[in-house]
């Protein structure tokens, strides 16, 4: 389940990378409009206000993230797994923030969703490509431990590609593609930082799995082995994230 408030907390560095992705758009003047996994839909708000004139759908599984969605007379809701939903016609836009890295298979996914994409129209996705950071091996780690492993072992995580990979597989597809990775160089305040980022995202499917009891236990540990991995400094708790970005326009 995904909590709106914890995810919120980072807000702005969460938002970053969406106004990143934003800013590599063509100019044009798309009429459908999909955001995929738009969670809370605030990020999708700005797209409906960018362009009054387009239909714009935010797509989520979610029900907690959708019910903070803000209502704009262009925006839609969909409570969907993006993975199956298909729209009742080729999208000019098909825009992902922080989502499509859910479903591990990108190599079956990434060509699926290009299948969405009306002529001429854009493929624009962010998806974290940080998962062989601290943050992530320590919780894979613990995970596979004795104590964890009967209840917690290898379900297929959240996954990315590289730049270059998103480009092999759309430009054969006849996507004209600009792809980029940036790391960013987080500096997070407060005790427990770390634990408090990986709460909102990663954390939270692994907790689902236990009881309260145990999920309290588990948390501590890992939280113990955050506060080694990401010690608080003079600036704040250094979080570095690298993220990976495709901006895809459908020329064939
Ligand atoms: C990290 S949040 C990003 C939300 C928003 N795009 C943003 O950047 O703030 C990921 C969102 O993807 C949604 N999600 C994950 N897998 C999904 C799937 N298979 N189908 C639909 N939504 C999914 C989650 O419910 C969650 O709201």
């Known amino acids: 389940m995904w909590n709106p408030d914890v ?8 938002d970053r990378p969406f106004f990143d992705l934003v800013a590599q758009l063509p100019v044009f003047q798309p009429v459908l409009v999909t955001d995929l996994g738009c969670g809370t839909a605030h990020q999708t ?6 362009w009054p004139q387009a239909q714009v759908t935010g797509v ?7 019910e903070q969605a803000p209502a704009l007379p262009n925006l839609r809701l969909v409570q969907a797994d993006f993975s199956r939903w298909t729209p009742g016609a080729p999208q000019d836009l098909l825009f992902s923030n922080a989502a499509l890295h859910w479903i591990p298979d990108q190599h079956a996914l990434i060509p699926r969703l290009a299948g969405l994409v009306a002529a001429g129209g854009v493929f624009a996705f962010q998806v974290p490509g940080n ?4 943050s992530h091996l320590l919780l894979a780690e613990l995970q596979n431990e004795p104590r964890w492993q009967g209840r917690l072992a290898t379900e297929a995580g959240p996954a990315s590609l590289n730049p270059l990979d998103y480009a092999d ?29 990986v709460r909102g995202t990663a954390l939270r499917p692994v ?17 113990r082995r955050l506060r080694a991995a990401y010690p608080e400094g003079p600036s704040g708790t250094a979080f570095s994230f690298r993220r990976v970005f495709v901006v895809a326009r459908r020329t064939s």
């Open 169 to 197: 597989l759309l430009t054969p597809l006849g996507f004209q593609v600009n792809a980029w990775e940036t790391t960013y160089l987080h500096l997070l305040h407060g005790p427990d930082a770390a634990l408090n980022w």
């Open 207 to 223: 907790l689902a799995r236990l009881s309260p009891g145990d999920a309290a236990e588990f948390e501590a540990e890992y939280g």
């Open 7 to 14: 995810y919120r907390q980072f807000q702005a560095e969460r």
């Open 45 to 50: 708000a700005t797209l409906a206000e960018r």
């Open 131 to 134: 998962f062989t950071a601290p």
């Open 60 to 66: 989520d599984s979610s029900a907690e993230m959708l």
